[in-house]
């Protein structure tokens, strides 16, 4: 059984900073991409930041530059540093990697539960 874990949400003042983390667990042969996600009230999900197991990042156009995206491959943990926290970027985020719980199995997605992150104006 996979599961990730999230952690380090809350409320915020605009400007401000929070760090969330994501720790996979479980039977896990392998870990490919990892990333985070959000979803504000009435909206869809949208992506954040992606990181390839090599280190390669991809951000959201309205992140970039406030935000880091980095993991470690031997904690199978992705953390994403905000900075420069504005009302907008309040939403739920949710931790996702893609997978392969045994040499035999494909490569599946994984989501985490959420955690909301608030940013007060």
């Known amino acids: 059984q996979v599961q990730l874990v999230e952690s380090g949400g809350g409320l915020v003042q605009a400007g401000g900073s929070l760090r969330l983390s994501c720790a996979a667990s479980g039977t896990i042969f392998s870990i490919g991409n990892m990333g985070w996600y959000r979803q504000a009230p009435g909206k869809q999900r949208e992506l954040v930041a992606t990181i390839t197991s090599g280190g390669s990042t991809n951000y959201e156009d309205s992140v970039k530059g406030r935000f880091t995206i980095s993991r470690d491959n031997a904690k199978k943990t992705v953390y994403l540093q905000m900075n420069s926290l504005k009302p907008e970027d309040t939403a739920v985020y949710y931790c996702?990697?893609?997978?392969?719980?045994?040499?035999?199995?494909?490569?599946?997605?994984?989501w985490g539960q959420g955690t909301q992150v608030t940013v007060s104006s």
């Open positions: 996702n990697a893609r997978l392969r719980p045994r040499p035999w199995s494909t490569d599946m997605d994984y």
